[in-house]
């Protein structure tokens, strides 16, 4: 039997009553590992993160609200996701250190400013880019909305991917030569408007940010666009005390064997 299929799903509920899937795998102390857009347990960096980490913590990894095996009570918010980052600490022991990456390193710091607790916080890459790369004249959300309510899932990940990731045109043509990963991102689109409200107007909201007070690490990979880089400038710059790292040779697609080190010395420093 293979480490994947021998996992075991548990089931938490959030405060408006949504059941939340998670996982954990590992000794030691809780890690939570929150995901960014189109990610979720089956399908993304989480599992690779949680095998490399498991020989020194217990790694809770859990399907964000619409997605995986995990419910979606609607109307949404982000509120109700940073009610569901509280509900797996709740299940992780409410004694838990987190890492967020992309969207998901943006529900970690609004729930951390909210007051949501854990012992440590990381973050990479959270997409805080409009002042330099976003136009603000465009709205994204309301396309995106417009796409999913029309049930285009192909065209709203090649939405997601090319005008506001900034993928090269080629790039959705290329997945849908490789039909398993195409039907994985699809089947999670219509959570994407959910990354977007997230990440409200794309700014980093450092007022917000400057009533954060667990000890927090802020990432970037050293192949970062400018943007990016500014971002997490000002992520690192509006947290007290934080930490800020560059992992040299590193895109947004940050390989397990970069962050883990990473993560295992903030942690148990």
Known sequence: MTEQTALRTETVTSADGTPIAFERVGTGPAVV????????????????????LRAHFT?????????????????????????????VIAAAGDDAYVYGISSGAGIALEAAAAGVRMRKLATY???????????????????MEALVAADKRGAAVSYFLVPM???????????????????????????L???LQVMGSFTAPVERFAAITVPTLVMVGGKAAQPMRDAQDAVAAAIPGSQFAV?????????????????ESFFTE
């Open 33 to 52: 590992l929150v995901d960014g857009a189109l990610c979720h347990r089956a399908f993304g960096p989480s599992r690779p993160l949680a095998a490399a």
């Open 247 to 263: 992992l040299d040779g590193q895109t947004h697609q940050v390989s397990e064997k970069a962050i883990a080190p990473q993560l």
């Open 193 to 195: 408007p959910y990354d």
């Open 125 to 143: 890459e959270a997409p805080y880019v409009a002042a330099r790369w976003k136009d603000p004249t465009v709205d994204h959300l309301a396309h």
């Open 59 to 87: 790694v809770f990894t859990y399907d964000r609200r619409g997605r995986g095996e995990s419910g979606n009570t609607l109307p949404y918010s982000p509120r109700r996701e940073i009610e569901d980052l509280r509900a």
């Open 165 to 191: 990731v900034g993928a090269p045109a080629f790039v959705p043509v290329m997945m849908r030569a490789m039909p398993k990963v195409w039907n994985q991102m699809k089947a999670v689109a219509p959570t």
